[in-house]
C-alpha cells in the first residue's frame, strides 16, 4: 500500500476518534458531567450518594506514539469517593489508568483508543461505571465500552486480597 493511502487512512481513523470524543457539541458537553454522573448513579442502583453528589474530577491525558503522562488516583479516602473520569484518549501506543482507591466509585466517560493497547487497572474493591456504549473496530474491547479502533482495551482488578 503506498504510503500517502496508509497516511489517508490513518488521518480517517483519527478523524473517526475524535469526533466520537467530541460528542454532540458545546449543548451537550455543557449538561455533560451531570448526564455523566447521572448515568453512573442509575448503573449502579445502590451508592452511598445522595442524588446531587459532589464529586472529584480526574484528568486523563491524551497519549499519542505513547507520548504523554498514564493516569493515577493513587488518593485512599476514609469514606465513599466519587471521582468523574474525563475521556481517555490512546492513539498508537499503550496507555494505563490506575484507579486505586479502595473506597473509590469511578464514573468514567468514555475512552478512545486508536491502534494501541488501553490498560484501565481498578482496585478490587472500588466501583467503576463506564457510561457510554462500546464500539470496536478491528480490535478487541471485552467490556464492550468506549470505542477501540484496532487496538485493545482492558479492565483489570487489582489489590485483590490486600488490606484496604
Known amino acids: 500500500m503506498p504510503a500517502c493511502h496508509l497516511t489517508r487512512n490513518l488521518f480517517s481513523i483519527l ?22 454522573i447521572a448515568a453512573c448513579l442509575q448503573a449502579w442502583g445502590n451508592h ?13 491525558s491524551v497519549k499519542v506514539f505513547g507520548i504523554g503522562q498514564n493516569t493515577v488516583d ?4 476514609s469514606g465513599p469517593s466519587l471521582v468523574l473520569i474525563n475521556p481517555g484518549v490512546n492513539v498508537m501506543g499503550g496507555s494505563t489508568i490506575e484507579l486505586l482507591n479502595p473506597r473509590g466509585w469511578y464514573c ?25 456504549d462500546g464500539t470496536t473496530v478491528l480490535g478487541n474491547n471485552p467490556e464492550s465500552k468506549g470505542v477501540t479502533v484496532m487496538g485493545s482495551t482492558r479492565v483489570e482488578r487489582v489489590g485483590c486480597g490486600q488490606a484496604s
Open 15 to 36: 478523524l473517526i476518534a475524535g469526533a466520537c470524543l467530541m460528542g454532540m457539541g458545546p449543548a451537550r458537553a455543557q449538561n455533560e458531567p451531570n448526564s455523566t
Open 108 to 132: 468514567m466517560r468514555t475512552t478512545v483508543n486508536v491502534m494501541g493497547g488501553m490498560e484501565i487497572k481498578v482496585h478490587c474493591d472500588a466501583q467503576l461505571a463506564l457510561t457510554s
Open 48 to 60: 452511598p450518594f445522595s442524588s446531587n453528589p459532589s464529586y472529584k474530577t480526574l484528568a486523563t
Open 74 to 77: 493513587s488518593e485512599v479516602t
